[in-house]
């Protein structure tokens, strides 16, 4: 047999049989098992163990034993797959390999069609019997093809410290010549029983799964013996001389800590002008805000990690362990807390806002990410304007006018719901403000000064609406918006005043340079523009009267003359220097304008005492013109008084003294004629006196 290779294995118990120092065939290639970098993590490390049992003596009548299991390992891991392989050496089937010897059927059948094995072969079963538990164990695949070194077994529910037992028949490659045909001398090269030692050398794949965590295969050569492998670890495994089958028996032990697959997360700060909770198109990002992700409870231990904002406002956190987390930010400095959106986790929501600056209940599976966990913040927004008084010609707002300040006035900013929010007054330049207020829609009301008067409101740079002359509504502040020029305008108040006097008796009114006595208790009335009567006072002792905290307007002042008094005059006075008003007549001044703060001074009334006249009709004996001691009065006569114009004004009749009066004689020029009395001569007439002095001529 040319070609033919025969190689000779010893038993484990033969002293030809080499080892290296850690019991290994020193003769033997072995596979290292390339490892990527791994994070320092906590979870249990993670044994697994396959042991394998020759069980024949002799033959074929049963299948060879192994038994699998595993300890340790992050929670919720479990064995998804082994993979036994008999290829111990160079690549492919070859001398000293071990193989399974199966039924031929679909499945199992040999690519070439052949039949390979030594004597009897056996399927794979698994090995079930009272003294093991139901571990709820689920075979999801099996592949083994007859003649192959390979055996893969797929699995579902394989948890830690569960035992998996089947059987299959296993043959050793003792010869093995690649060009023979001949299948009878082929099978002849095949030893049925694998011992231990001969199974030594072949290699246990294990892959593991669990949430969180990435995929992980140990990999582990069978060894003869294998006591002190197994010695450090948990597993439930028969030992290397379990039932006196030291040499019947291998077993593969292996190990690893599994990598955890990290989660990441990320959002943004960002300007919400509108307030929404969405960061809209334009709403910029915030930098340099400070925020931290909070552990609550992850599969391993992880430390809270501070992320800053980039200048577009976003940040991102990778490399974390999966679990529960919090995001708390820290308020940027200048800024109002608005509001927090929870983002989405692999596309689901995941998460939820808390007061203040708070995302919680985010939970990160390993592998997931996190977007769009955004934090909105808005500015403070203020409003100012201005009080101050109206000029002499009531304007108020023209801008090239100066307006003198109003100090003190008390202003009050009220919210949509009319609320008082905040006050305060204007400063010594009339200004005000409210400043670090939050966006919204507000009045701003102003009290009017004691002192003065309601003139104005103007709405600002943002709008609003005028609601009388102390506020105004409906100003709306967005994010960062500062209101200006929210003004109002106060009125000065306005007087009159004046005297009333008697004048002098040749009828002097208002000479100033001549004294004047005054006139107490004269009624003087203040009408409007409109005539309607809005005032009434009466002179004073100093004979003065005075209508004072007017509004600006026009004025009319009527006096009326008191009773025993003979209507006088009148004489409009002045405005700041200029005379004002017109003088309709003696009790009537009209046309008395007056701006803010203006005062009308001298607007004046005069009065004129009532004269009389008086004398004596008498029997003047000796015709001289003058009346004597003794002279004879004459009674019943009748005597007229006639003005310039000739119209009898009075008349008079003299009484048993001979005497006649004219009273409440008007100022004027007169004439006294007397009515012939019966029986009686004309005599001599003669003028009497005013002040002591002759005043008049007799005819």
Same mark, same amino acid.
């Given at each position: ?36 970098p ?14 394998? &049992? ?24 479990? !064995? ?36 390979? /094995? ?14 093991m ?7 999801? +695949?099996?592949?083994? &093809? ?7 077994i ?5 948890d830690?410290?569960?035992?998996? @037992? ?9 010869e093995? #010549?690649?060009?023979?045909? $001949? ?28 949430p ?23 597993l ?8 006196g ?15 955890i &697959? ?14 929404? /909770? ?26 809270t ?18 679990g ?15 509001? #927090? ?13 808390k ?5 919680d209940?985010?939970?990160?599976a390993? /592998?997931?990410q ?23 010609? %009531? ?16 202003i *009050? ?11 305060t ?38 709008? /609003?609406?005028?609601?009388?002359? %102390? ?10 918006q ?17 005297i ?8 002097d009114?208002?000479?100033?340079d ?11 009335? !203040? ?10 006072? @009466?002179t ?26 003979? $209507? ?13 008003g017109?003088v309709?007549?003696?009790? !009537? ?6 701006? +803010? ?11 004129h005492?009532?004269?009389?006249? +008086?004398?004596y ?6 015709? $001289? ?14 005597? *007229? ?13 003299? %009484? ?20 012939q009395? %019966?029986?009686w001569?004309d ?17």
């Open positions: 047999m040319a070609n033919l290779i025969r190689i000779t294995r010893r038993r484990t118990d033969s002293s030809e049989h080499t080892r290296d120092s850690k019991g290994h065939h020193a003769n033997r290639l072995r596979a290292i098992e390339p490892m990527e791994r994070q320092l993590l906590t979870a249990d490390p993670l044994y697994v163990g396959a042991v394998y &049992i020759e069980e024949d003596l002799g033959s074929d009548a049963h299948g060879d034993r192994f038994e699998v299991t595993f300890e340790g390992g992050a929670p919720g891991t479990q !064995l998804m797959q082994v993979r036994i392989s008999g290829d111990q050496n160079q690549p492919g089937f070859n001398m000293g390999d071990v193989f399974y010897d199966v039924p031929q059927t679909t499945q199992t059948q040999h690519p070439d069609g052949i039949n390979l /094995g030594a004597d009897e072969s056996f399927p794979f079963q698994v090995q079930t019997d009272s003294s538990p139901d571990y709820g164990i689920a075979i999801t +695949s099996v592949t083994v &093809i007859d003649g192959t070194t390979d055996l893969l797929g699995f579902s529910g394989f830690p410290g569960e035992k998996f @037992v089947f059987t299959i028949d296993v043959d050793e490659v003792e093995f #010549d690649r060009n023979e045909t $001949d299948i009878d001398i082929i099978n002849h090269g095949f030893d049925p029983l694998t011992s231990g030692a001969e199974f030594d050398g072949s290699q246990l794949f294990a892959t593991f799964s669990a969180h965590y990435e995929d992980a295969l140990i990999q582990a050569e069978f060894e003869n013996w294998y006591d002190t492998l197994l010695a450090p670890t948990p439930d495994l028969p030992k290397d001389d379990f039932l089958q030291r040499d019947r028996s291998a077993a593969a032990v292996g190990s690893l800590e599994q990598s &697959i990290p989660a990441e997360i990320s959002g943004y700060v960002y300007h919400d002008r509108d307030r929404d /909770g969405q960061m809209d198109a334009g709403e910029e990002g915030i930098g340099e805000t400070i925020l931290q992700i909070i552990p609550i409870n992850s599969v391993e231990p992880q430390e990690v501070t992320a800053t904002t980039n200048s577009d406002g976003s940040y991102s956190v990778k490399n974390l362990k999966p529960l987390y919090r995001i708390v930010e820290l308020q940027p400095e200048g800024w109002l807390d608005g509001i #927090d959106t929870p983002g989405t986790v692999d596309g689901q929501p995941q998460g939820t806002a007061e203040p600056d708070t995302i209940e985010i939970f990160l390993g /592998g997931s996190g977007i769009q966990y955004n934090f909105g913040e808005y500015l403070p927004a203020s409003l100012r304007g201005h009080v101050h008084l109206a000029t002499a010609d %009531n304007d108020c707002f023209s801008e090239d006018v100066y307006h003198e300040p109003v100090a003190g006035v008390l *009050q900013l009220l919210d949509q719901f009319g609320t008082i929010v905040a006050t007054e204007t400063n010594q330049l009339g200004e005000y403000e409210f400043v670090g207020i939050e966006p919204g829609t507000y009045s701003v009301v102003e009290t009017t000064p004691a002192h003065l008067l309601e003139g104005g409101a103007q709405a600002g740079s943002l709008g /609003g609406t005028v609601d009388g002359p %102390n506020r105004i509504e409906s100003v709306v502040l967005g994010s960062g500062d209101g200006i020029n929210y003004d109002f305008c106060e009125m000065e108040p306005v007087s009159i005043t004046g009333v006097v008697l004048s002098t008796p040749d009828g009114c208002f000479s100033e001549v004294e004047h006595e005054v006139v107490v208790g004269a009624t003087v009335q !203040l009408l409007d523009e409109t005539g309607q009567l809005i005032a009434e006072t @009466v004073g002792q100093d004979g003065r009267y005075k209508f004072m905290d007017l509004p600006p307007g026009t004025y009319s002042v009527v006096e009326f003359t008191p009773p025993g008094l003979i $209507d006088g005059g009148a004489q409009r006075g002045s405005v700041d220097g200029t005379f004002v017109d309709i007549n003696s009790g !009537l001044i009209e046309n008395i304008t007056l701006g +803010s703060g203006q005062h009308a001074i001298d607007y004046d009334f005069c009065e005492l009532p004269a009389t006249i +008086s004398g009709v008498y029997h003047d004996r000796n015709d $001289d013109g003058s009346r004597h001691g003794e002279s004879e009065y004459i009674a019943n006569v009748q005597l *007229q008084l006639i003005d310039v114009a000739g119209t009898v004004v009075q008349t008079a009749t003299t %009484n048993a003294d001979g005497f006649y009066q004219f009273t409440e004689v008007e100022l004027g020029e007169y004439s006294i004629v007397e009515v009395p %019966n029986g001569w005599g001599k007439d003669a003028a009497g006196t005013i002040a002591g002095q002759v005043v008049g001529q007799a005819d």
